[in-house]
């Protein structure tokens, strides 16, 4: 029996915007929805061609010219899409479109006096569900339950402007014999398996971010894995190519951790490395993608941003984490300080690969200077 706490908790787990990881996965979710998107147009507008070319009909006609509308809004979303553009909300904004785009093929049907075929259509109405699927590609939950809820409010306005001008004579409308009339508690429940499908679209998220989140996070920081940021360095670089924007690789080293570990016990340790993750989820920018690259090593890509900008964002967090001191037991607060390597594509590497490993030696440079520095383009910091 779920408590009130976890029945809420149930609630608002629907409307939570994603973390960057989630956000990164939605972003490649809504990649592939803008490539489906296009496909799906291309193989359901043969639909109405080959009817038109059978019989040109008023129906036929609508087919054709909503499907040509869909094409051109399928290609310039997925123009935005690939250049990362508007991310924030595209999503949004691209769902609420592709059923806006259904509901309007609906909408045409009855302005056209086609108002049997608008309520009872069985190719155009399934197109509801091809789209609130879709959302769910976004790991947003919000974006599911707004294209559950786009659905039924324009559908249900679609039923009732059909209703107002459904015509007193039958032979007006000459589809009534092969769709059928109006039938309100049909239409009611066409209704409300779009809010149902828009529902159970959000929970799908949810259960399946939970999985991405537990395949890509680091257990104990939170902060993201290995193997996730390998990926996001990949594909962080194959943006910077194709915009001829730079990209800088940090490595950071917590100094001293092991000593600290034998001092002060393990658990103490974790504290640490806890307290470090927070600092440093703090510090970036959602854009940036931060991770536990493995023991008390941390690594970082900063989109957008040369070597010598890197750093100096760096030392500023290189003084945070000097300044970060954490309870342990018998003594007073105690902490450690980090260094630091940082480089930079296109300057220190042909590809993000060897910046990778030119920040990971500029790293263990700066272990050999003293430790508690950053080193960067072979200048190296002034520790405080």
């Known amino acids: 029996m779920r408590t009130n706490g976890e029945g809420g908790r149930y609630w608002r787990e629907l409307w939570v915007a994603p973390g960057p990881q989630l956000a990164e996965a939605g972003y490649r979710g809504e990649l592939t929805a803008a490539r489906m998107r296009i496909a799906l147009i291309l193989i359901v507008i ?3 061609v080959v009817a038109w070319m059978r019989r040109a009909l008023p129906e036929h006609r609508i087919g054709l010219e909503a499907g040509a509308a869909a094409l051109l809004e399928a290609g310039l979303i997925f123009w935005l899409v690939r250049r990362r553009l508007f991310t924030a909300w595209i999503g949004f904004a691209s769902t609420v479109l592709d059923v806006s785009l259904i509901s309007s093929v609906l909408a045409l049907f009855v302005w056209s006096g086609l108002n049997s075929v608008a309520v009872n259509s069985r190719i155009v109405y399934p ?14 939950a919000r974006i599911s339950l707004v294209a559950g809820g786009a659905a039924a409010v324009e559908y249900l306005a679609i039923v009732f402007w059909a209703a107002r001008t459904w015509p007193a004579d039958p032979s007006s409308d000459p589809t009534a014999s092969l769709y059928g009339r109006l039938d309100a508690s049909d239409q009611a429940g066409r209704t ?7 529902f159970v679209s959000a929970r799908f998220v949810i259960r399946s971010r939970r999985l991405l989140l537990q395949s890509t996070r680091d257990l104990l ?5 290995r193997g996730f940021f390998d990926l996001r360095l990949s594909e962080e670089g194959e943006r910077a190519t194709r915009l001829g924007r730079p990209v800088a690789v940090a490595m950071l080293d917590l100094d001293h951790f092991k000593d600290f570990n034998d001092a002060f016990g393990h658990s103490s340790g974790d504290d640490l490395l806890r307290a470090l993750a927070r600092e440093l989820k703090e510090f970036f920018r959602a854009t940036d993608v931060v991770a536990r690259y493995g023991g008390e090593e941390f690594a970082v890509v900063i989109p957008d941003s040369g070597a010598p900008e890197a750093a100096v964002r760096l030392e500023e967090l290189r003084q945070r984490v000097a300044g970060l001191l954490i309870p342990v037991p018998g003594g007073p607060p105690a902490g450690v300080t980090v260094s630091i390597g940082v480089a930079a594509w296109p300057g220190d590497g042909e590809n993000v690969d060897a910046v990778l490993v030119e920040a990971d030696r500029r ?11 950053v080193i960067s383009t072979g200048r190296r910091s002034t520790p405080a």
């Open 46 to 48: 043969w639909i109405p």
């Open 192 to 198: 409300l398996l779009l809010l149902m499908a828009g």
């Open 127 to 140: 197109l509801y569900f091809f789209a609130i699927m879709g959302a769910s590609l976004r790991y947003d």
């Open 363 to 373: 790293l263990y440079e700066a272990k050999r200077k003293g430790r508690d520095r």
């Open 221 to 225: 920081t939170g902060l993201a894995n």
